[in-house]
């Protein structure tokens, strides 16, 4: 148990679909993360949540739209998506400890298994 | 970019120690090597980090080379459950959401 809880841990969708998969961290943590993992790829880093607000998104198409409505919880929203955006996507949360923080620790979830059909 | 190289796969009997080698001959002076692992189907785990100093604790040691261009990762006493990917990583940890870059990693393989 991380303390970083993803759901659903399995979804298929057909591309017209609208779904949506949600992280909570009960950490305490201030900063949120959604990677990506597609088969024998390394992890993509996708969108970075500091303090609530978006500050990285790593040229993501508009397919996936993420929501942070508080510190604890992490979303993303799927629409339209391809057979190609079949992945696992893994949710991380972190405390930053000062300005500049330092010695960042990521706690993942189990992640979400997503197959588009 | 990946700044660290790893071999693609390992084996190591159970029992045994386990050492993982890591290559970041580019390493900067304020960059921090951090290994991770990834158990099948589950989210990556950090396991430690370091900067100069060799790192111990209940998981795992670190040793780093005095020049700081490679360190290894060692599982004192591997067990079937260690069977994961392990990744190193470089990266400064004085900008907080500089994020963590995962390459490829090792496969490690504990055998019975």
């Known amino acids: 148990e991380t303390g970083v809880t993803q759901t659903p841990r399995h979804l298929v969708m057909g591309m017209t679909n609208k779904k949506s998969l949600k992280c909570e961290q009960h950490?305490?943590?201030?900063?949120m993360y959604w990677y990506k993992q597609s088969a024998k790829k390394p992890l993509e880093l996708m969108f970075v949540?500091?303090?609530?607000?978006?500050?990285e998104n790593n040229s993501v198409p508009s397919r996936f739209s993420p929501e942070c409505p508080n510190s604890s919880h992490l979303f993303l929203h799927l629409h339209t998506l391809q057979p190609e955006d079949s992945a696992l996507y893994l949710c991380?949360?972190?405390?930053?400890?000062?300005?500049?923080?330092?010695?960042?620790?990521?706690?993942f979830g189990s992640g979400t298994q997503l197959s588009v059909l | 970019d990946a700044k660290t190289t790893q071999p693609p796969s390992m084996d190591c009997a159970e029992g045994r120690a386990a050492n993982l080698p890591c290559n970041h001959s580019?390493?900067?002076?304020?960059?921090?090597v951090y290994w991770y692992r990834q158990i099948h189907s589950q989210g990556p785990q950090y396991i430690i980090h370091?900067?100069?100093n060799n790192e111990t604790n209940e998981m795992a040691s670190l040793i780093i080379t005095e020049d700081r261009k490679s360190s290894t990762l060692i599982l004192p006493h591997a067990t079937l459950r260690d069977t994961a990917v392990y990744y190193c990583?470089?990266?400064?940890?004085?900008?907080?959401?500089?994020?963590?870059?995962f390459g490829k990693g090792t496969r490690l393989s504990v055998i019975a």
């Open positions: 949540y500091s303090l609530e607000e978006r500050v």
């Open positions: 580019t390493i900067s002076g304020n960059e921090y």
């Open positions: 991380a949360s972190s405390q930053l400890v000062g300005q500049p923080s330092t010695n960042e620790k990521l706690f």
């Open positions: 990583i470089v990266r400064v940890a004085l900008k907080g959401n500089t994020p963590l870059v």
């Open positions: 950490l305490g943590h201030n900063a």
């Open positions: 370091g900067l100069k």
